[in-house]
Nanobody, 116 residues
Framework: QVQLVESGGGLVQAGGSLTLSCTAS????????MGWYRQAPGKQRELVAS???????NYADSVKGRFTISRESSKKTVYLQMNSLKPEDTAAYYC??????????WGQGTQVTVSS
């Protein structure tokens, strides 16, 4: 059973920074890609950033230049460094991974709240 556990959410003022962590129960090489999604109240879940097994990163236009996705394979952990946070970044953030069969796994989510 694959498990993804997120941490690092919290309350921060606009302009501040947070780093989210997602630790997997198995080696990251088992996944073809990992990513972070977010869902604000009343809105659809959206992709924020993703990173492939080969290391290619992709970002939503709304976070380009402010967020950085990275990984530390030895710790089976993917990070999302979030800088210059805005109130519109407020959402529940979810870690996602896909295996070679395109099966998706999700973490339980971590709340990020940015106050103005």
């Amino acid at each position: 059973q694959v498990q993804l556990v997120e941490s690092g959410g919290g309350l921060v003022q606009a302009g501040g920074s947070l780093t989210l962590s997602c630790t997997a129960s198995i080696r990251l090489v088992s996944f073809t890609a990992m990513g972070w999604y977010r869902q604000a109240p009343g809105k659809q879940r959206e992709l924020v950033a993703s990173i492939t097994r080969g290391g290619s990163a992709n970002y939503a236009d709304s976070v380009k230049g402010r967020f950085t996705i990275s990984r530390e394979s030895s710790k089976k952990t993917v990070y999302l460094q979030m800088n210059s946070l805005k109130p519109e970044d407020t959402a529940a953030y979810y870690c996602n991974s896909k295996d070679s069969g395109q099966k998706a796994y999700w973490g339980q989510g971590t709340q990020v709240t940015v106050s103005s």
